[in-house]
């Protein structure tokens, strides 16, 4: 399929994906663990020999990504977390990382307890040291995500990679490649957990990762690694994944106008202290966001209701149709209250995460109204 197109067309045609054996318009679900010979002993389709390495469903959900993503070349993983310890593997021991503090805390403290195992020096810092700490500091790897979970803190991926020589990795789940092209923006390699939006179905587990340079030293050991250690996306997670991004660009669309019209109304009641969403034109982000981020700002938002601890329970306790889970990016709103999960990371106790799907406006403005009331 021709590079050339837009988002929504790629992702509506899976980037051109058929079954050619059957004609049908989707490809087909192949779940072979292993490929034939010919009599000469010849692969029957040279690339396909085992399944750990490589097959077709995984291929095709790959080139979806990769196009979107404007991507020299994509790799899927089991999980987001899977797809970020291949990246930190490569690190040599005793190395130098630096790490954004407050972020997603699954990727905070694998890497933490990674890196003390491997004595890699790990400097983790504040978006908004990002800047100073790479221009002072030597490192093998510089790892940010924006926007943050769920400070929802912007970081500007351009003014970085022209000030570190160290591989810039960003994970940009909560904008997905349809609103921010990481690559774009000088990112060495964009990470994403599949599962949130890219699949948007709360039914994948996946993680991907893209980059810019093919031939990096960086990218290759990657590409070894997830192939020897076997950390491999299944071929049914890959269709299923294939069937969902076809709808990516809308969803995102709805979800970010859907977040965007919620974010300014809670930012106006007066039972709410704050809103951190990187739409909104009070948000410290606002500026970086508006360049780093076409056609909207994402679905994931934070909410500081007035009160404390039991104030912002009973309103999550309140809300309907915003399930109470984990996670997000899902075409269903959840909502969660991240200090019962993470208590010990500063995180405020009226703190509500809240991640918007693409049921109506009105319904989702009209249950805020009555869980805050
Ligand atoms: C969920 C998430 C991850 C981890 O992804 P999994 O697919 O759950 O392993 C990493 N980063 C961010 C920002 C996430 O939201």
Not at 57 to 77: G, K, P
Not at 307 to 322: H, N
Request: glycine content about 6%.
């Amino acid at each position: 399929m021709d590079k050339s197109h837009k988002p929504a067309t790629i992702a509506a045609h899976a980037a051109g994906a058929l079954d050619p054996q059957s004609g049908g318009v989707v490809p087909a679900l192949q779940p072979s663990t292993t490929f034939l010979r010919d009599e000469n002993y010849d692969l029957v389709r040279p690339d396909n020999i085992y399944s750990r390495d490589n097959s077709d469903n995984l291929r095709q959900a790959e080139a979806v990504l990769c196009a979107l993503e404007n991507a020299a070349e994509t790799l899927l993983f089991p999980s987001g977390m899977a797809a970020i310890a291949a990246v930190f593997r490569t690190l040599p021991n005793g190395g130098t990382a630096i790490l954004q503090s407050g972020i997603y805390w699954g990727t905070t403290a694998w890497i933490r307890d990674f890196c003390a195992r491997r004595e890699i020096t790990l400097i983790e810092v504040d978006a908004d040291d990002l800047a100073a700490t790479c221009k002072t500091r030597k490192a093998d790897l510089v790892f940010v995500e924006t926007p943050s979970n769920p400070w929802l803190k912007t970081v500007d991926i351009q003014a970085l990679a022209d000030l570190t020589d160290a591989t810039l990795v960003v994970d940009a789940t909560a904008a997905t490649p349809i609103l921010t092209r990481a690559l774009d923006h000088g990112a060495d390699i964009v990470m994403h957990s599949a599962t949130k939006g890219i699949n948007g179905h709360s039914d994948v587990l996946a993680g991907v990762l893209s980059t810019r340079a093919k031939d990096a030293t960086i990218w290759q050991a990657i590409k070894s690694d997830r192939k020897m250690a076997g950390a491999i996306l299944g071929p049914f997670e890959a269709w299923l994944l294939i069937r969902a991004m076809r709808t990516l660009p809308l969803r995102v669309e709805r979800m970010s106008q859907n977040a965007q019209v919620l974010a300014e109304y809670l930012m106006a009641h007066p039972k709410v202290e704050n809103v951190y969403y990187p739409g909104l034109p009070s948000h410290p982000g606002y500026a970086t966001a508006t360049k780093q981020m076409q056609g909207g700002f994402g679905s994931l938002l934070s909410v500081l209701v007035k009160g404390d601890r039991t104030d912002a329970l009973r309103v999550v306790g309140k809300l309907v149709l915003f399930l109470r889970a984990t996670s997000l990016g899902g075409i269903e709103s959840l909502v969660e209250h991240r200090h019962t999960i993470e208590p010990h990371t500063g995180i405020p106790e009226n703190l509500i995460r809240v991640s918007v799907g693409i049921e109506d406006i009105d319904d989702l403005i009209a249950d805020w109204a009555q869980a805050l009331d």
